[in-house]
């Protein structure tokens, strides 16, 4: 351990650390653009500049190594002067178009200009124009005026997507962001140099414009696009989806997520194919109806077969309660053994950094509930076999269109019942006779456990009807907290959908059976009593970062 | 003085020649010594670098590791791009293996076996020159296996630049090597521990490694005496701007400027008053003319005077020069050759450029000196290579030494213009 002071503070620090890691590790952010605790360090934006005793130039706080007895200053005058010198110089040829900018109202250069600058330019000069549209890859936008020459985006793509396309050409303050001749920036991780550039320079094609940041509510998720589970923030105006960022989790996805796990898992929650309202089907055609008439019409159909003519499929997009609670209901009320889920690994699509070939969010979990055949039941060959031989005369399954896989289309229409929780019209709809409108991962609590066993959180962040933002502790955006009657902000539209759990519980009540659950919580905990590997966890514990638990070879089966 | 770098024989530059004239005697005598016993004999001299920065040459040698399993490097610098500055030029001109020599006996010394010599682009006449010099020596043994059959072998590649006055700087000379952008590296570590391609290496300047030879054959006792006794030798002082005699002088250290001046580059045209010099190269603090009395070519002499050898690239201003346009013209220079990594350097040296480029225009402001003044001073040390503080000094320097050329400047367009109105 070396003892350093910083700012008349002593800290004792590993001597290893620079600087500005020892700052941080004791809660002390000194200002920096290009430094990124993940990323190599260049040392080019002068920002942490900072009076090192008995060194006689000011000290870049990202590269310079503590020691036994240094003292740092980083508020005195030399440091400060050297900081308000950066600030003026990085601000002279940026355009400073916050208010047409998306970057603005979590720009470092914005937020620093408030806290480090002098307030005023002393640039009366011609500002150096640049490129101001730049389409680096598919994803990634590049306007070169905003660009304050970090080299985040560059260090991102060479060290960590491991695809060096970017790089700096010109010299000086001409110096231009571009990619080598013949390539793009487009890579499965390419987008996370937009959240990396500390300024405008590098914005989302998908979001851009869209939305001033302070106008969207953002909430602490998953990812449900892959059993890694990357941690993420939801992005929400007038209870729309506009972007899904990253969220710091070192035990699972660092600073960093796949540009699939962004674009693809929030689009189908705004889709205009989502559905409204459960339906059943009359005269062959699906209705909308309200959720009495749903619950009932599944139960009476329900209680017309018999126990071993029906089937059911549990489903590793949905959450451990969801699932849980399928387990029980699967068990007690329909009575059946015949219980599967249907696994969807993409062979070959995964990689070292985030990537699994699992694209479910929660097939561990669904193992670790012990989700399978009963002794004596059908896996999903033999459910497939039997509703081909037509022994199983229906099927119950939870959101996943699993008529996306060909065998399974197949035999769907040999069914006489289908009831299907689904938050979207699929092909699996289609052959539905009764559809539950589930609600999806943006508008439900729950867990899903990842393919390293964490634990981790899911929250709402789309209303549903059941939902007021502010009675049900959404995240608020200002539109949220401040919109009146008569702003159309103020009334966003909201879908008729439930999460599965809950739908559960009021089929088992239509079916004779008593399930007291009020809210996911409560099943979770019921779930940390019974089932060993969830033992001891709660939501709090869970917080937003989740928690691992033990993997067990031998999967827990549930007492009921 | 005799002449020992730029020795005045005919056709120096070819092999039999310079061998004719004691040529690769010292690298014999270096491969007979322990490389500790030529490092210490270059230590001993108090030889010190060339390049800009006067740094002990020997002291600089100690800092490679004796023991690593890494391959060492050498790197000679011939970049040559500071305004003023055509010294180097000379040497590989008239004599190449001098060059080579010092090269052989400097990664004798260190225990290398590849050296660069990196020479600037636009030099393409004297990377010919070199090449072929090099060729020769190759020919005759002096590089390569089993240097004059001894045991100790090098390698010597002539690396040619691209035109970017950093990779003079010797971190971005590295990464220029190396296929990368010439960007100047983060310091530490140094490049005696993280050099080239990561290994351990030492650049020097062209002329710092011509001394070695001579060194090496004269001994540490004599070289030391020669020149100014802190910062000995030859120098080779290259004189530019209003003189009548324009060139590379090689002289011993220490000599006044006045007296290179006026002696070795014969005068001021017209024998008009001299307004200002520029020591060593456009990097290095402008002094007053009527301030030179006494300032000699050495460090010492000229830290004294409130500037700095830098590479002896004197330029020589005469009464009639627009000083004005001189520190716009050499801001603007610096402001092209920002590599553009890191801030203040990037945005700095550009807007002092544009500052200067309106008081040309006659349209800068009593404010605008001060303002130049703080951009300069927020530039300088606050940067990761001296490119900054290059740019910064000649701002800084000027308007303490030549504020009023600035104020006239200012009142030239502020004075009010008053007719006559008869009555």
């Known amino acids: 351990m070396a003892r350093m002071t910083i700012d008349g503070k002593e800290y004792d620090v590993d001597p290893k650390l620079t600087i500005i890691q020892a700052a941080a590790e004791n809660g002390i952010e000194i200002p920096h653009f290009c430094w990124h605790p993940s990323l190599s360090v260049a040392g080019n934006c002068r920002m942490c500049l900072v009076e090192v005793e008995k060194m006689p130039k000011l000290a870049i706080a990202c590269a310079t190594q503590v020691a036994d007895g240094m003292i740092v200053k980083t508020e005195s005058e030399r440091a400060i002067k050297a900081r308000q010198a950066v600030m003026e110089f990085l601000l002279i040829n940026h355009p400073l178009d916050c208010p047409i900018c998306d970057e603005a109202g979590e720009c470092k250069l914005q937020d620093y200009s408030y806290k480090y600058s002098i307030g005023y330019s002393r640039f009366e000069e011609d500002k150096v ?432 | 003085m005799e002449r020992l770098i730029l020795p005045d024989i005919k056709d120096l530059h070819k092999l039999d020649v310079y061998e004719a004239h004691g040529g690769y005697s010292a690298l014999r005598k270096a491969l007979g010594m322990k490389p500790e016993e030529v490092t210490d004999e270059v230590k001993k001299s108090n030889l010190r670098g060339r390049g800009g920065a006067c740094f002990p040459t020997g002291l600089k040698w100690t800092f490679m590791p004796k023991q690593t399993n890494k391959p060492k490097y050498l790197c000679v610098n011939g970049d040559e791009s500071e305004p003023g500055t055509f010294k180097d030029r000379q040497i590989f001109e008239f004599n190449p293996h001098l060059l080579i020599e010092g090269t052989i006996i400097a990664c004798y010394a260190m225990g290398i076996t590849t050296a660069y010599l990196y020479i600037r682009g636009e030099y393409g006449k004297w990377i010919r020159m070199m090449q072929k010099a090099v060729d020769d020596a190759y020919a005759k043994g002096y590089i390569g296996k089993n240097i004059l059959g001894t045991e100790f072998s090098t390698e010597l590649v002539i690396h040619k630049g691209a035109g970017a006055y950093i990779c003079g700087e010797e971190s971005a000379l590295m990464n220029s090597i190396e296929g990368e952008r010439g960007y100047p590296r983060v310091k530490p570590p140094f490049p005696a521990q993280y050099g080239l391609w990561g290994c351990p290496t030492t650049i020097n300047n062209v002329e710092t490694i011509s001394n070695v030879p001579i060194i090496i054959n004269r001994g540490w006792e004599w070289y030391s005496k020669i020149g100014a006794p802190k910062h000995p030798g030859p120098i080779l002082v290259g004189v530019s701007g209003h003189v009548n005699k324009p060139g590379v002088y090689e002289m011993p250290t220490g000599v006044p400027l006045l007296e290179i001046i006026y002696k070795y580059a014969g005068g001021v045209p017209g024998n008009k008053a001299i307004k200002a010099v520029i020591p060593g190269g456009s990097s290095t603090p402008i002094l007053r003319g009527d301030q030179l009395e006494g300032v000699c070519m050495d460090a010492d002499s000229m830290k004294a005077a409130g500037s700095a050898v830098g590479t002896a690239g004197l330029i020589v201003m005469d009464e009639d020069t627009d000083l004005i346009q001189v520190i716009a013209r050499i801001s603007k220079f610096y402001h092209h050759e920002s590599c553009g990594q890191c801030t203040p350097c990037r945005e700095g040296t550009g807007w002092l450029h544009k500052i200067l480029d309106r008081f040309v225009a006659g349209e800068g402001t009593k404010e605008d000196i001060d303002l130049l003044m703080e951009i300069a001073n927020n530039i300088e040390g606050n940067t990761i290579c001296a490119l900054g503080d290059a740019a910064a000094w000649p701002v800084q320097s000027m308007i303490r030494r030549f504020r009023d050329e600035f104020e006239r400047r200012v009142a030239r367009r502020t004075a009010p213009v008053v007719e006559a109105v008869s009555a």
């Open chain 1, 129 to 560: 124009h640049k490129p101001k549209r730049v389409e680096l890859g598919p994803h990634v936008m590049l306007d070169v005026e905003r660009c304050i020459m970090c080299s985040r985006c560059i260090r991102f793509s060479d060290e960590i997507a491991k695809q060096p396309v970017l790089t700096f050409t010109q010299r000086g303050d001409h110096v231009v962001l571009t990619t080598f001749p013949g390539t793009k920036l487009d890579n499965p991780y390419s987008m996370n140099v937009i959240e990396l550039c500390p300024v405008g320079a590098l914005t989302s094609t998908d979001f851009r414009f869209k939305s001033r940041v302070w106008e969207m509510s953002s909430t602490e998720s998953v990812c449900p696009g892959c059993a890694r589970g990357c941690n993420m923030q939801i992005w929400v105006r007038n209870n729309q989806i506009l972007r899904q960022t990253p969220r710091l989790n070192e035990e699972v996805n660092s600073y960093w997520m796949c540009d699939a796990g962004r674009l693809n898992t929030y689009k189908p929650v705004n889709s205009p194919q989502r559905l409204k309202a459960p339906m059943v089907r009359k005269d062959g055609a699906l209705v909308e109806v309200g959720w009495d008439e749903a619950i009932a019409k599944a139960a009476s159909e329900l209680k017309s077969f018999k126990k071993n003519e029906l089937a059911a499929l549990a489903s590793a997009y949905a959450t451990n309660e969801d699932n849980y609670v399928f387990l029980r209901f699967v068990r007690e009320v329909l009575g059946t053994k015949n219980l599967d889920f249907v696994r969807h690994v993409v062979e070959g699509d995964e990689d070292e950094l985030l990537i699994r070939a699992d694209k479910t969010p929660n097939s561990t979990g669904l193992k670790l509930l012990g989700v399978g055949p009963m002794e004596g039941g059908r896996d999903l060959t033999g459910i497939i076999q039997g509703i081909k031989e037509g022994v199983i005369r229906a099927l119950y399954i939870l959101e996943d269109d699993v008529a996306s896989v060909p065998e399974i289309a197949a035999v769907l229409p040999n069914l006489q019942l289908l009831v299907v929780h689904s938050s979207i019209q699929n092909k699996t709809t289609e052959y539905a006779d009764v559809v539950l409108s589930a609600s999806t991962y943006a508008e439900r609590h729950g867990t899903f456990t990842n393919f390293l066993g964490r634990v981790q959180r899911i929250r709402p962040a789309v209303a549903t009807l059941e939902h007021d933002r502010a009675l049900d502790g959404f995240a608020m955006s200002r539109w949220d907290k401040f919109a009146s009657h008569n702003d159309r902000w103020g009334r966003p539209m909201k879908r008729d959908a439930r999460p599965t759990w809950r739908i559960l519980t009021a089929l088992a009540g239509a079916l004779g059976t008593k399930f007291r659950y009020n809210t996911s919580e409560e099943v979770f905990k019921e779930i940390t009593e019974r089932v060993p590997a969830f033992k001891g966890l709660s939501y709090a514990k869970l917080g937003s970062g989740g928690v691992t638990i033990q993997l067990r070879e031998q999967a827990a089966v549930p007492a009921s």
